[in-house]
């Protein structure tokens, strides 16, 4: 038996696939991919039952980008996003209504995997989009359901990506790109193949500079990438490595009427992230027979995160004239520091410094056996395995306040009045004390059994039944407070849970494929969201936390059906409906308007359920990808929120109820996403992206029953963005290519949550007695923009053909 990279499996999951496995699954030339992250025999994607999408690095080559994720936002169904960081790097990519974001507090509903690996933080299952090098990418699929095979947090998906390999991606390309907002880019790899065949090698780093469309936003990427791979006729091993260090800064919400002077404008600075990864993978498969495949993998994973954010002080507290008492603040009717009626001395500073660092170390395996072997007369595919993952994370968070000591060393200076923001809205005149909030250890561990089997019924009918069972435990380490203490962020948690899935799919011939499935997954309670879940003690994201009262873990029901066919040889369609429901769904209680303290909680039943359409095919020299995807997400239980600005909120303590039936904030209810790209010569080409969000309501009207007001509207209106692209082979290696965004100058917000400043709509302190102003804070969408670039190839064919 030879091992070979099929053109059969080009797209699929396994890194390889030997031909005559593909084979026995079907008699026409048809995509192949994995059930599982790892690799494995594959089944042909119409007997899956599951609406998956498939992205190739042709799909990347043909529309640049940023980062991949463009790639979804642009073009994937179900999938919108939005920018709250206000970096490209840093986005919140939402599909079906679940998040995948580096944000912290937002919650979390998508697995994400690289080469079978989980890059899910496990400190809050955040996703930082700007550790996946978007050059490295081979192949990519968004598998949608609560599927269990894919582990933890697979809610409402998954996104499976595998990477480049010298066997490939053969020669050298020299690439580079500039234009809009001061964007520098670089890029250079090489891949290639030993001369007995035997091992294949990739590299390749890129390096991206700008300045931010935004005032105060420049960012430097720095991402590099290796595999190396040996293989004979039965064994294939990768070890591949991904590094990146990178430094971001992306000031997001900012007050609506600030925005009115300029789209460019911020709110404070800096809000800085610094991010370092050092990713080691090996990748190993083995055929037994024709028959039986063995595969599996071992990772070892560092990421550390440094965050630096200039903020309005949560616990600034001005003398309130209107309050019974008189002076109810810390400060009083001069603007003088007096701490009384239990407000504390840091209540008179207006400004703060948020500082944290996060320090992660994740370790594990994953084994599986494939045994595509007939049963009873049936053709069959059965895969069992076993994972592991430990989590090791070291939380470090620390305040610095404005000086607010006269000169004797003790509070009394006159706070109002005085400077203590500077013309960047940075707090300055900062005291010499740094404070450490937050000295946390945490530690995670999850073990795993999962199983899945294919069983063709007949020559159309096919049925998949699958289960995992997960048992995560977490440990958290208070550094500060004594194990034992009422305010100790100490705690030991367990979570176990059997996940099952089944799905049936009719085939009665090439052209149509008819399917349903129902399946379960579960995501249990991360470290930051055990160490903030007191409602008595709120914590302020994305650090600082106390108490851990317990959490349960979140369970999504998905039920899911639909069809997909072809209309003609080159026009391929499909429709999907599904339904997802949340168990005991965790989410960030906001418990301040001005920054961002809260608290986690179980907030009862959240649902999930629309459909997807899809067309996808060639005229002549024109192709076309066409979606529209309607996601309806609603709250499916009672709960009381706080947010003063909301006004149907008590004017006492700012509570208003959702009901059964309110929409989720932030997710649009309609999108409609096409591609058409269209060979003007034979070297050349130009495509257009027009991506269209209908309107979302903001954070903090989740009861969508705020009476809007010009200040504080509480929708977010729907807009449409059109992209351009244009890419032409000059010859002898050479090629041009140049993109375009927002060419219409379209100015909308992809984001949007009720709050409060002291800042003026200049954008200047007002700190006086009647200062603080509520309004709706909003993240700008970027303005037009366009870069060009060339790319220089030779030594071989870089991309696969």
Not at 61 to 75: K, M, S
Not at 121 to 144: K, R, S, Y
Not at 397 to 406: A, G, K, R, Y
Not at 439 to 467: C, E, I, K, V
């Amino acid at each position: 038996m030879k091992l070979k990279i099929s053109a059969i499996v080009a797209l699929a999951l396994a890194s390889s696939v030997p031909l005559g496995a593909a084979e026995k699954l079907t008699t026409s030339t048809i995509n192949v991919i994995s059930t599982t992250p790892l690799p494995s025999i594959g089944l042909p994607l119409n007997i899956i039952p599951a609406n998956i999408q498939i992205f190739d690095s042709k799909d990347l080559r043909n529309q640049p980008g940023v980062t991949f994720a463009d790639q979804l936002i642009n073009n994937a169904q179900g999938v919108t996003f939005s920018e709250t960081q206000g970096n490209p790097w840093q986005p919140d990519v939402m599909f079906r209504g679940f998040s995948a974001t580096p944000l912290a507090g937002t919650p979390q509903g998508m697995s994400v995997y690289v080469d079978g690996v989980r890059v899910n933080e496990a400190f809050g299952d955040t996703v930082h989009w700007d550790l996946i090098p978007n050059f490295a990418i081979q192949n990519m699929q968004i598998v949608p359901g609560s599927n269990p095979v894919y582990g933890l947090n697979t809610l409402g998906g998954a996104i499976a990506i595998q990477t480049k390999d010298g066997r490939n991606n053969r020669g050298v390309a020299i690439e580079a790109e500039g234009g809009s907002w001061g964007r520098k880019r670089a890029l250079a790899q090489f891949g290639g193949v030993s001369k007995d065949g035997s091992i294949d090698y990739f590299f390749g780093a890129q390096n991206i500079t700008e300045d931010g469309w935004r005032k105060h936003s420049p960012t430097h990427i720095n991402q590099t990438f290796g595999k190396i791979g040996w293989q004979n006729e039965s064994s294939k091993i990768d070890l591949s490595w991904i590094g990146a260090k990178n430094n971001m800064i992306g000031n997001g919400l900012t007050p609506i009427d600030m925005l009115g002077i300029s789209r460019e404008e911020v709110h404070t600075t800096p809000d800085q992230t610094k991010n370092y990864l050092n990713h080691i993978a090996l990748n190993a498969s083995h055929w037994l027979n024709n028959n039986v495949m063995l595969s599996g993998n071992m990772y070892h994973r560092t990421s550390n995160r440094k965050t630096l954010n200039g903020d309005l002080n949560d616990d600034f507290s001005p003398w309130d004239p209107d309050a019974e008492g008189g002076a109810a603040g810390a400060l009083d009717a001069d603007g003088k520091c007096t701490p009384t009626g239990g407000n504390t001395e840091e209540g008179c500073s207006p400004g703060i410094l948020n500082r944290s660092r996060i320090k992660q170390r994740n370790m594990g395996f994953n084994f599986q056996s494939a045994f595509n072997q007939d049963i009873w007369g049936k053709k069959n595919q059965f895969i069992a395995g076993v994972g592991y993952d430990l989590a090791l994370t070291r939380l470090k968070q620390t305040e610095q306040l404005n000086n607010i000591e006269d000169g004797d060393g003790d509070p009394g200076d006159l706070v109002l009045g005085r400077t203590w923001f500077d013309n960047r809205r940075m707090p300055i005149n900062l005291s010499n004390e740094i404070e450490t909030e937050v000295n946390l250890g945490g530690r995670a561990r999850t073990m795993s059994l999962f199983a899945t089997d294919t069983l063709s019924l007949s020559q159309s009918w096919h049925l998949t039944a699958s289960s995992r069972y997960n048992h995560t435990q977490v440990t958290n380490r208070d550094h500060i407070t004594a194990t034992g203490s009422s305010a100790s962020l100490s705690g030991d948690h367990h979570f176990s849970r059997v996940n099952p899935s089944l799905g049936i799919t009719y085939t009665p011939n090439d052209q149509l494929s008819v399917f349903g499935s129902y399946s379960e997954s579960s995501r249990a309670p991360t470290s930051i969201e055990l160490g903030c879940a007191n409602p008595a003690v709120p914590c302020k994201l994305p650090n600082a936390m106390a108490g851990d009262p317990p959490l349960n873990q979140v369970v999504a029901k998905t039920f899911e059906t639909g069809l997909r066919g072809k209309l003609t040889e080159t026009f391929k369609w499909n429709t999907s409906i599904y339904r997802t429901m949340n168990h005991d769904d965790i989410h960030f209680i906001q418990s301040s308007t001005i920054g961002s303290l809260g608290y986690f909680d179980n907030v009862g039943r959240t649902k999930r359920q629309g459909f997807d359409l899809g067309l996808t095919g060639v005229i002549d020299k024109l192709f076309l990808r066409a979606g529209y995807s309607f996601v309806s997400a609603k709250y499916d239980s009672d709960l009381t929120l706080i947010n003063e600005v909301n006004s149907t909120a008590g004017e006492d303590n700012g509570e208003f109820q959702v009901r059964k039936g309110n929409y989720l904030a932030g997710i649009p209810k309609h999108q409609f996403k096409l591609r058409a790209q269209y060979e003007v010569l034979p070297k050349w080409t130009v495509g257009t992206n027009v991506v269209y969000y209908s309107d979302q309501f903001v954070h903090g009207n989740d009861n969508n029953s705020h009476v809007s007001g010009a200040l504080t509207p509480g929708k977010l209106s729907g807009y449409t963005v059109v992209n351009l692209d244009t890419q032409v082979d000059v010859g002898q290696g050479w090629k041009v290519f140049a993109k375009a965004i927002n060419i219409f100058d379209k100015d909308y917000y992809s984001a949007g949550r009720f709050g409060e400043t002291y800042f003026s709509s200049s954008g200047s302190w007002n700190g006086t007695n009647d200062g603080e102003r509520s309004l709706t804070s909003v993240v700008p969408g970027a303005p037009r923009a366009g870069w060009i670039g060339v790319r220089y190839e030779f030594g071989g064919a870089p991309e696969a053909k």
